[in-house]
């Protein structure tokens, strides 16, 4: 079952310009966490926000979450071609067995040059 | 440079044989995800180990679909018998048990008429 839900589903923009993803989810977290994944290729963990942070930095990435509206956004500035690729939030809460992974449906981001 | 290995990268079989995939978890690792990736439904987690014990394999179909981890350096996913609806990409991935990040294989392409 999906947790997060990812929006746009699809981005397109230019080179130099800053690209926003959003994700709402549904149930509450221990963190979440954001993932690339390159056509073809497998996901890659970009940057992790725990439950009691408010805003992430790594490099072009910027990450921040409500965890009042159960959302958070991707920012990556200054965007390059070759960060053309999907991109997911997962979210990690706490069952009964332990801590599961759940992905979103992605957005896809296509940074023209 | 520590990776998750999965085998076959791609399967093309017929309805009705039994397939097997395999993992190679990062050395260290203690937690195993098996998730599908399709266009409709996006990534789904199918099971997860930690520590080599199930832990929640509630996403499986449990009359076809089988997951274990004979020993910490390998973990399997067994369909028997395969149907054309379960042709998908299935990754692999490991991490370390708690809050972190997830590390996935380059996923096995699964195809079946």
């Known amino acids: 079952s999906q947790q997060g839900e990812e929006d746009p589903q699809a981005l397109s923009i230019q080179e130099g310009e800053n690209a926003t993803m959003n994700c709402s989810y549904k149930t509450s977290i221990n963190n979440l966490q954001w993932y690339r994944q390159n056509s073809g290729r497998g996901l890659v963990h970009l940057i992790l926000?725990?439950?009691?942070?408010r805003e992430k930095h790594s490099g072009r990435l910027r990450v921040t979450l409500d965890t009042s509206k159960k959302s958070s956004s991707l920012l990556i500035t200054a965007s390059r071609a070759a960060d053309t690729a999907s991109y997911f939030c997962?979210?990690?809460?706490?069952?009964?067995?332990?801590?599961?992974?759940?992905f979103g449906k992605g957005t896809t981001l296509s940074v023209s040059s | 440079d520590a990776r998750v290995t999965q085998t076959p990268r791609d399967k093309v079989t017929e309805m009705g044989q039994e397939v097997t995939m395999r993992c190679q978890p990062i050395l260290g690792h203690n937690t195993v995800f098996w998730y599908r990736q399709t266009m409709m439904q996006g990534l789904e987690l199918l099971a997860y180990f930690r520590n080599r014990a199930p832990l929640d394999d509630s996403g499986m179909p449990k009359d076809r679909f089988s997951a274990e981890m004979p020993d910490a350096t390998l973990a399997t996913l067994k369909i028997q018998p395969s149907e054309p609806r379960d042709s998908a990409v299935y990754f692999c991935?490991?991490?370390?048990?708690?809050?972190?990040?997830?590390?996935f294989g380059q996923g096995t392409r699964l195809t079946v008429v």
């Open positions: 991935a490991s991490g370390r048990w708690g809050d972190t990040e997830a590390f």
């Open positions: 997962a979210t990690a809460g706490h069952n009964q067995a332990g801590t599961a992974l759940i």
């Open positions: 926000i725990r439950s009691n942070e």
